[in-house]
């Protein structure tokens, strides 16, 4: 039985992540973080839509606040202006520090209370922002960790089913297994209207277009 933690955030990349858990496994867990993030709302609202959806076995909504007090990023951090258009040739300020490691941990820690045996996770290295939480050398080190420091060792897989595709694919791949789009969020700024103008959304906009589909969310008027 492959008994999955799914890490749900509300975006379009785990959504489809998601739905490639839902292909692949025999019992499905959502886990979500709200960690003072701006679009917290939305994201929450779309975990919680998506439950209604997939109706998993288990769902948790975690409070991470934490790492909006220890600031840092410019989806935390009010005071820091996020930007139109990311520099790729640093560590974006969108940026959230360590933020895949910390939810990784909360997953081993429920994964050993569950029996579960994978923990799905909607990363991409291929055409992301570039960070670096998002790459595969650091998924191949975090397994090592489970197998140093978890009472499951080495019987917890964690699957990256996303990584290596572009937006693109992302949006095809999550057309062809019917992954409800309307219920994600890539905006970085409003939980409302999408801003159609920060990196996630730019990225995601253009994911669409190249794949031939209509973004099925709402963007600001002059979008």
Wanted: net charge negative; aromatic share 10%; proline share 4%.
């Amino acid at each position: 039985m492959t008994r999955a933690i799914v890490l749900l955030s509300g975006g379009m990349d785990s959504l489809v992540c998601t739905a490639k858990a839902v292909a692949e496994c025999d019992e499905l867990n959502f886990l979500h973080f709200s960690y003072g993030q701006r679009t917290a709302v939305r994201e929450q609202a779309c975990f919680e839509a998506l439950v209604r959806h997939y109706q998993p076995k288990r769902h948790r909504h975690i409070d991470y606040k934490w790492l909006s007090e220890i600031g840092g990023s410019a989806l935390t951090d009010s005071s820091m202006e996020i930007p139109s258009h990311e520099d790729s040739k640093g560590i974006p300020v969108t940026y959230v520090p360590f933020r895949n490691a910390t939810f990784l941990c909360a997953a081993v820690a429920w994964a050993e209370v569950i029996n579960a045996n994978c923990i799905y996770i909607g990363a991409v290295e291929e055409d992301s922002s570039g960070y670096p939480d998002c790459r595969e050398v650091f998924f191949d080190a975090f397994k090592q960790l489970i197998t140093t420091g978890s009472k499951a060792a080495n019987t917890i897989e964690i699957r990256t089913p996303v990584l290596h595709l572009n937006k693109a694919e992302i949006v095809q791949l999550g057309m062809e297994l019917n992954a409800p789009f309307v219920h994600s969020w890539s905006c970085y700024a409003n939980n409302d209207a999408a801003c159609g103008v920060c990196d996630s959304c730019r990225l995601r906009l253009k994911a669409f277009n190249k794949a031939g589909y209509e973004d099925p969310i709402t963007y600001s008027k002059d979008i």
